[in-house]
């Protein structure tokens, strides 16, 4: 399902918003900062991910201290959940990393709590390259002029599908689709097939978020939820019933093979998920996989944005410069682009995307997919998330899949939903 459009890169770098002038870094950019102290400095960096992406990072920190041999940086990393845990726990004990892996979800939580560092007076003082970023990503992290973070990839929610099943039907997802030719297809796989045709996108978040964008509401305000029981009860409500019936997977097998993919697995012939993120499938499954656009309600408005994940450094960090001139080189640097490729999403700087020339399929497939979703033109802002967030997420996923295994009611399970938003809300 890739699709060029019979576009090359030069061509990709300007229709996303890129700037030629963006490919002259600063010396910070392009790893020739100091240490800033004059003496040896050691810095901790922190994220989540699984191996794969373990090693990458692991080699980009043995090439900046090659070419910082006056900053030294101890590494670590959890899976997801495992790494907030251990945050929460290093942030309140007032031990943090000083540079973390992070996301927008906890961009306000962690704000409000005073834990993040505003990396704007390292830019004003050069130690921090802010230029030559895609499509505006540099304000990604911005919270009233305060640069919270620095994005080194942006990624899109996409369908991912299984294009053996999807062809056997005779279905070409394309732009412009609608939710009931979504539907539809899922049907035909299930009864020609036997296949159920979504593993079950009720418990994804953002991909509900772009469901209320399509229909002029959104999942968050500035301050709270941006919708209601009134939207959320039907929603559910459907998914039950097509779990139920078989054309969502059978959601006992896709606890039981998790952290594999349903998709990946054969449980489903699709599942939605950041575009980014397909690179795990052909390593996972056995059939071939595709990216396919994001239906809609009127067959125009996605309510799709870029998200993106970002460096952050600490507000408690004895290093500042260094934890800036470190930021940098993992946003700017060429060789890092290499190395990391789009693990972490399409890269974020010119300098990096120009480095890196995608071989595998899954790697051209998710620049093709971005490529085409910006030339349409349905990428929007991105909605604000307020602190709190990453709590209800969590409880949006958890509930969903309690529903969907039949430990709750659709009723019952919009309500919990809601108190425990209320409550994360008002812990925040």
Avoid at 327 to 351: C, L, N, Q
Avoid at 410 to 418: E, H, I, L, M, N
Wanted: some cysteine; hydrophobic content about 35%.
């Amino acid at each position: 399902m890739s699709r060029n459009n019979g576009m090359d890169r030069r061509q990709l770098l300007k229709l996303a918003g890129f700037s030629a002038a963006g490919l002259g870094l600063t010396a910070a950019g392009c790893g020739s900062g100091g240490s800033g102290s004059g003496g040896p400095v050691t810095i901790r960096h922190s994220w989540w991910g699984a191996d794969d992406r373990a090693k990458k990072v692991q080699s980009c920190v043995d090439l900046f201290e090659k070419k910082h041999p006056k900053i030294k940086v101890k590494t670590d990393f959890q899976q997801y959940a495992d790494f907030w845990k251990k945050f929460n726990t290093q942030a309140a004990g007032g031990n943090p990393p000083d540079v973390i892996q992070n996301a927008v979800t906890f961009l306000r939580k962690y704000e409000a709590k005073n834990v993040l560092l505003d990396l704007k007076p390292q830019a004003d003082k050069g130690n921090l390259d802010l230029s030559g970023f895609r499509a505006g990503l540099e304000k990604f992290a911005e919270i009233d002029g305060r640069t919270l973070g620095v994005p080194v990839g942006s990624n899109s929610m996409a369908l991912v599908i299984d294009e053996k099943v999807w062809d056997k039907a005779g279905i070409t997802p394309e732009l412009g689709w609608t939710w009931d030719d979504w539907y539809a297809g899922l049907q035909k796989i299930k009864k020609g097939q036997g296949i159920a045709g979504d593993a079950g996108p009720h418990g994804v978040m953002y991909l509900y978020d772009l469901i209320l964008r399509q229909n002029g509401k959104a999942f968050f305000t500035e301050d709270g939820m941006g919708f209601g029981e009134a939207e959320l009860l039907p929603y559910w409500t459907e998914a039950l019933a097509r779990v139920k019936s078989g054309v969502y997977a059978d959601q006992k097998k896709v606890e039981q093979i998790k952290p594999a993919s349903a998709t990946a697995k054969g449980l489903s012939a699709g599942e939605f998920t950041w575009d980014n993120f397909s690179v795990r499938y052909s390593a996972e499954g056995k059939s071939s996989y595709g990216l396919a656009p994001i239906p809609s309600t009127d067959g125009k408005k996605t309510g799709q944005y870029l998200g993106s994940l970002m460096l952050s450094g600490t507000a408690r960090t004895k290093h500042p410069a260094e934890v800036a001139t470190f930021i940098s080189f993992m946003t700017h640097d060429p060789e890092v682009g290499r190395i990391m490729g789009y693990d972490r999403g399409v890269p974020a700087t010119t300098a990096q995307f120009e480095a890196y020339e995608p071989t595998d399929a899954p790697s051209k497939a998710i620049g093709a997919y971005e490529t085409e979703i910006a030339e349409a033109g349905v990428l929007e802002t991105i909605t604000p998330h307020p602190a709190g967030a990453d709590v209800i997420e969590a409880a949006f996923l958890r509930i969903g899949g309690d529903l969907s295994l039949g430990k709750t009611s659709p009723k019952d399970a919009v309500k919990q939903f809601f108190s425990e938003a209320k409550t994360a809300l008002a812990a925040n």
